[in-house]
């Protein structure tokens, strides 16, 4: 592929790290295949299922490491630190708490209530430990990077954030973007070096208005096939008979399914799109150490197509072409992300020596947050 | 000296916490490893025991970490392997030997469905049995009641039937609720007014039953058929079918949580939408089973079993109700369920004939 350049051998020693005298940028790639991936995907559910849960820790440990290590830059992969003992504590006080909070919420609503209360009370909080503890367990050339974000700042992106985004009907959703990805991004550490963005709000609404395009357009048509149909209803009910005959009863339900598959549709793409616009819009606006600079160059269109048909592969195979799917959608990523180096980094030092709680990130985990670096 | 060249493994070192490399060797020396860069000069060393080798993941570079902290990285994974089987520790790569992509991959997809499919078929189910067993039955007391609260305040009105049909309708309640296991005082009527329920009824899992204005006015003067649908309920709640459900649910959450990580977040998504459908199907046995009950009960009381079969009829005739089963609906089809209990009630009648 033209855009990927060419990497530098391994071991290639010293001087390698950051010098880069053409001053273009330095693209990551992925090394690992679909097919190296399939095996640890397999063994990771059968081994989940047979020790009843226990191992899927460990199944992220090893998940992880892979797509981590096989990410790589400058020639050297990503690592990640995290150990399946740490996860699974983190898991466990998660699931307690679950339980313990459906359980009360379904026999004692007053005190489930109040437990889904405190924990939205200590959300934030949870997310910031979270994203510290995802950053803490990554590493790069031996240094590990870091978040430093507070409670207050994760309130703001993750809460604030998406209530306005969804309260003003997506019209303020560039505004929650930029809130979240600034929080991330000055707050992440690379050894003591620090990333900084600012992404602007006019070049995220840019790409907004593409994903509302395709929403207004969606239902739109959406709409047109539902008047369509109410004229077919209306005659159907004018004459019973004829229902009857053409089997209205199924066509009816067929017509729901079909919306509801479309509303999904229209909105997936939408929101594929716009994440994908907003992506390139955040990491080009990104530095570290105030002069190396990041880039993104992400095709909406392609990398939504890569999503969709990813989905649609993995269902039509029953789940078994998942780890092509996801090693797929990896390398595209990886391959539009790069960084530029402007003259040497040197020698950077790790400013941490623990990673801390696991219990934050297995939080976002389970509740279906996925933040990735 | 000249251990460079007793090198079992090239690679690079880091010093700790730093992103500075430099290339080495790792090599054994007596009970020690140790890294030596190019001239033999010893980088880092510690006995086996105290230093620490990352798990063989895919061919991802392993890590040889010293007890000062620094950091030994390579890609001869074959090397490592080698060396940790010299040391006594030949199984550390099992787990990367079973992930190798070979043909007994296909073995352990099949082993996959299997278990997913056994585990939601047989696992599942008993898992639901035994939570239902050990809940106590004060937390479906307090879950009733606070239930009751929240529909009094919300939702239903108070009932505006005269004293003498109440009466009535009690009266026949308790024939029947007498019969059944928990026996009279296993079960409380309560007579509401439906709002938006319109003509209802249903039961809260301690035995409360909730009957509607609505439904005793479409009756007319048919309590029998009251009788009935409130024994449908009874079967409900000694069929303990709400907890049933509810562990049921959450059961199934659970279970796709637990592969979640690795399906992907689209997937994931219709699992779970799946997952409610087949919930739902779920609930239509449980109505079948709550049928049963009622026509078995009616049988025993020495009233009209059919009555319930009424009922469905008269839903099929004023409120036009002719549903076929469907994977969306929560309840059989009308006309179907009508069909099941007059085939039951035949059945009944045949037995006792012999």
Request: net charge neutral.
């Amino acid at each position: 592929m033209a855009l990927v350049e060419p990497l530098p051998a391994q071991n290639v020693g010293q001087v390698s790290f950051g010098c880069s005298a053409e001053g273009g940028f330095q693209r990551l790639s992925f090394t690992g295949t679909g097919s190296e991936y399939f095996g640890i995907w397999i063994v990771n559910i059968l081994l989940t299922i047979v020790t009843l849960g226990i191992y899927s820790a460990w199944a992220k440990v090893r998940r992880n490491r892979y797509f981590y290590g096989n990410s790589v830059l400058l020639g050297r992969g990503f690592e990640y630190h995290a150990t399946g003992k740490q996860i699974l504590v983190g898991r466990l006080i998660v699931f307690a708490y679950l339980v313990l909070y459906n359980v009360m919420l379904t026999f004692v609503p007053y005190v489930g209530i109040g437990l889904g209360v405190l924990i939205l009370f200590f959300l934030p909080w949870l997310l910031a430990r979270g994203l510290r503890f995802s950053a803490r367990v990554t590493s790069y050339r031996n240094v590990r990077f870091d978040f430093v974000g507070r409670a207050g700042g994760a309130f703001l992106a993750f809460i604030v954030g998406p209530v306005i985004a969804v309260l003003t009907l997506g019209i303020l959703a560039p505004l929650a973007s930029r809130w979240s990805y600034r929080y991330i991004g000055n707050n992440l550490r690379y050894g003591q070096k620090a990333f900084s963005t600012d992404p602007s709000v006019g070049a995220i609404y840019k790409s907004w208005a593409i994903s509302a395009a395709v929403v207004v357009l969606g239902l739109l048509i959406i709409g047109f096939i539902a008047f369509l149909n109410i004229a077919l209803i209306t005659t159907a009910f004018e004459n019973p008979d004829l229902a009857e005959a053409v089997g209205m009863q199924v066509s009816l339900t067929l017509l729901i399914v079909i919306g509801y598959v479309l509303v999904f549709a229209i909105f997936g793409v939408a929101a594929l799109i716009y994440r994908a616009g907003v992506r390139n819009v955040a990491w080009s606006a990104a530095t570290l150490d105030g002069k190396h600079r990041l880039l993104s160059d992400l095709s909406r269109l392609r990398y939504t197509s890569i999503a969709v048909s990813n989905l649609l592969l993995t269902l039509v195979t029953l789940g078994l072409m998942r780890p092509w799917a996801a090693v797929r959608m990896v390398r595209y990523v990886n391959e539009h992300t790069g960084v530029r180096f402007e003259g040497n980094v040197g020698e950077i030092f790790s400013a941490i020596a623990q990673e801390g709680s696991a219990v934050g990130a297995e939080f976002m985990d389970i509740e279906g947050f996925d933040f990735g670096f | 000296m000249d251990s460079d060249s007793s090198a079992f493994a090239r690679g690079e070192w880091h010093p700790a916490g730093s992103s500075r490399s430099v290339v080495a060797g790792l090599s054994e020396v007596g009970e020690r490893v140790v890294a030596c860069d190019e001239t033999g000069a010893e980088l880092a060393g510690g006995n086996f025991s105290a230093i620490r080798i990352s798990a063989r993941v895919g061919r991802i570079p392993r890590r040889v970490t010293f007890p000062d902290g620094s950091l030994f990285e390579t890609n001869d994974n074959d090397a490592i392997d080698r060396f940790l089987a010299r040391n006594g520790r030949a199984g550390a790569g099992t787990v990367h030997w079973l992930e190798r992509f070979h043909p007994r991959l296909v073995a352990f997809v099949a082993a996959t469905i299997l278990l997913g499919a056994l585990v939601y078929r047989y696992a599942l189910p008993a898992l639901v049995e035994v939570a239902v067993a050990v809940t106590p039955p004060i937390l479906p007391r307090i879950m009733s009641v606070s239930t009751l609260e929240t529909l009094d305040k919300t939702l239903l009105g108070e009932s505006k039937l005269d004293e003498a049909r109440r009466a009535r309708i009690l009266d026949g309640f308790q024939r029947i609720a007498a019969l059944s296991a928990a026996g009279e005082g296993g079960y409380t009527l309560n007579f509401r007014e439906g709002g938006p329920l319109g003509p209802n009824a249903f039961a809260l899992p301690d035995g409360t039953l909730i009957l509607t204005d609505e439904l005793v006015e479409l009756a007319g003067s048919d309590t029998e058929m009251i009788v009935g649908v409130l024994a449908h309920e009874i079967g409900h709640v000694e069929h303990k079918h709400s907890l049933r459900q509810i562990y049921r649910a959450a059961g199934v959450a659970a279970l796709i949580m637990l592969v979640a990580g690795d399906i992907g977040s689209g997937a994931e998504d219709i699992l779970v939408e799946g997952g409610g459908l087949l919930a739902l199907s779920y609930s239509r046995s449980a109505e079948a089973e709550a049928d049963r009950h009622s026509v078995e009960l009616m049988m025993k009381a020495g009233l009209d079993p059919a009555a319930i079969a009424r009922f469905f009829e008269l839903l099929e005739t004023k409120l036009e109700d002719r549903s076929e089963t469907s994977i969306f609906s929560t309840h059989p089809g009308t006309p179907e369920r009508r069909k099941a209990i007059l085939d039951l009630i035949a059945e009944h009648a045949g037995e006792s004939i012999k």
